[in-house]
């Protein structure tokens, strides 16, 4: 069932759980991610970026294929745009039938950040969709540095308040891409952020972030995590490991077949880790 996040994140407020942003990449990564979230019954995001265009598939594409397949699931699905680099990007999304976009201002002057994104949020909100934002910059894992790339309460607050965004992305300590050890994060400022943010709070960078950590923050106040180099790595080092020989027909499916369980499995140790649960269809 293609739905918005709205009761998703509601449940997951009320039970203390996250939802997962499932990134997808292709039909194949999009197929996976669904079929173990019928499996599971559980809800699942499934997240598609902007810098990941066109390498694998185009926007008009996924869409048409994440909306058909969204439509027949036995489960809630939020088919969502991440990352949304410009008003222009973010209202294709929304006119091809995404249910959720996010226009990432989080580099822009925090004025201009509002602005962007209550531009987003007023021609979303016409098309029934809803809106993360961000505030706080969530970087490289090269360059996280301690307390400046924290969000603070106040402009937490009043980015939510004047932009008007159905949920937001705050930092806490994570950053994009994979980490050569296990990142600290500011769970005191998430605490805070939780009492202080009415609209559900969204983590970015959650691959490689420590399970302990992951736990937390969808059990102290995240109500969903974005996972994507995860889902790559663990697709990636079964077919790696697969015997060296010979080329055959066959080799093909094995590969595939082998791939398929490294997302599956990564996807059914994430939903773990947030604790996640059935929300009501």
């Not at 869409?63 to 680099?85: F, N, Q, T």
């Not at 201009?112 to 934002?133: Q, R």
């Not at 093909?252 to 140790?269: E, N, P, S």
């Amino acid at each position: 069932m293609l739905v918005t996040s709205k009761a998703m994140f509601q449940a997951a407020q009320a039970g203390h759980f996250a939802i997962p942003s499932a990134n997808f990449v292709d039909e194949d990564s999009l197929k996976w991610h669904l079929e173990v979230a019928e499996q599971e019954n559980l809800p699942i995001i499934i997240s598609l970026a902007e810098s990941h265009l066109n390498r694998l598939i185009d926007l008009e594409t996924a869409a048409y294929l994440a909306r058909y397949r969204a439509e027949k699931a036995s489960v809630p699905v939020v088919l969502h745009l991440d990352h949304g680099e410009s008003f222009e990007t973010c209202k294709k999304a929304i006119d091809l039938g995404f249910t959720s976009v996010m226009i990432d201002g989080s580099k822009l002057p925090m004025a201009e950040n509002i602005a962007l994104t209550k531009k987003v949020v007023d021609y979303a909100h016409a098309h029934g969709v809803v809106v993360e934002g961000e505030i706080g910059h969530v970087g490289s894992n090269e360059n996280a540095d301690d307390n400046d790339i924290y969000t603070t309460v106040e402009e937490a607050t009043t980015f939510a308040q004047e932009s008007q965004v159905d949920s937001l992305a705050v930092s806490i300590g994570t950053a994009h891409g994979l980490y050569k050890g296990t990142p600290k994060l500011n769970f005191d400022r998430l605490h805070e952020l939780a009492a202080a943010v009415s609209c559900p709070l969204v983590l970015h960078g959650g691959s490689n972030s420590g399970d302990d950590n992951l736990h937390r923050c969808a059990t102290e106040g995240i109500a969903k995590i974005n996972v994507y180099s995860d889902f790559m790595v663990s697709a990636a080092k079964p077919v790696f490991a697969l015997e060296p020989k010979e080329p055959e027909v066959e080799d093909y499916y094995t590969m595939k077949a082998a791939a398929k369980k490294g997302m599956q499995d990564m996807l059914r140790h994430v939903y773990q880790l947030f604790a996640t649960q059935p929300v009501e269809k």
